[in-house]
C-alpha cells in the first residue's frame, strides 16, 4: 500500500478516531511492506518522514485546521524536523506512528511522532517544527491566534531543555541556509 492509499484510508478512518484535542495523540497501524524498505531490508528513512506526515495531517485534519486553513487561504508548513531510529522496523513487522502536538512558542508548533513497535519498544522518534503560513497577509501567524480560530482554549506548556535545543538548532541551520541564498 503506497502512500496514496495510506492516506486515503487515514482520512476515511479519521471520524472514527474522534475530535483532535491539544495533547491528545493520533495513533496510525501500519505494517512495513515491501515499498518500504532499503537494502538493509528494513523501513527506509524516506518512509518514516513520510509516515510522519501522515500521523501530522491527521491531526491537522480531525483539530479541524485543515478545513479551517482552506477558508482563510492558510497553508500548514513544515519547518524543519530531526529523527533518532533506535530500532529498525523490519520487513512485514507491524508496528504504530503516534504523533502529537507537544507545545508552540510564536508561529512554531513543536510536534512529535514515535514510530512504536508491536511490543512496545520504540523504534524511531521525530521531533518537528511547524507553522501556519497566512498567503494573504504572506506571514506565518503567531500559533495562539489559530487555537482561538480552532475555538479551543489552551495555553501551550513551556519548551522541555530538548524541545529548546531542537528549536535552537532548527534557526541555526535554517539561518545556515538562508545565507546560502
Known amino acids: 500500500m503506497y502512500v496514496w492509499a495510506r492516506m486515503a484510508r487515514m482520512l476515511a478512518t479519521a471520524r472514527s478516531r474522534g475530535p483532535y484535542r491539544m495533547g491528545g495523540e493520533s495513533r496510525l497501524a501500519f ?3 515491501p515499498t518500504d524498505i532499503d537494502f538493509n531490508i528494513h523501513l527506509n528513512n524516506a518512509r518514516y518522514m513520510m509516515l510522519a506526515d501522515l500521523g501530522r ?13 482552506r ?6 508548513m513544515m519547518g524543519g524536523l530531526q529523527a ?6 523490519r520487513l512485514w513487522r507491524r508496528f ?13 508548533v513543536i510536534g512529535k511522532h514515535r514510530f512504536v513497535l508491536d511490543n512496545g519498544e ?4 521525530i521531533l518537528t517544527t511547524a507553522g501556519v503560513y497566512d ?18 482554549a489552551v495555553n501551550p506548556r513551556p519548551p522541555t531543555q530538548e524541545e529548546r535545543i531542537f ?8 539561518s545556515l541556509a538562508k545565507a546560502g541564498d
Open 84 to 89: 533518532v531510529y533506535a530500532r529498525e522496523i
Open 96 to 108: 504504530e506512528v503516534v504523533s502529537s502536538i507537544e507545545t508552540w512558542e510564536g508561529s512554531q
Open 167 to 174: 528549536m535552537t538548532s532548527h534557526q541555526g541551520l535554517r
Open 71 to 76: 477558508r482563510n487561504g492558510w497553508a500548514p
Open 135 to 152: 498567503r494573504k497577509a504572506r506571514r506565518f501567524l503567531d500559533i495562539d491566534e489559530v487555537v482561538m480560530a480552532l475555538g479551543r
Open 122 to 125: 520504540t523504534a524511531a522518534l
Open 31 to 33: 505494517r512495513c511492506l
Open 57 to 69: 495531517i491527521d491531526l491537522f485534519v480531525r483539530a479541524g485546521l485543515i478545513s479551517l486553513a
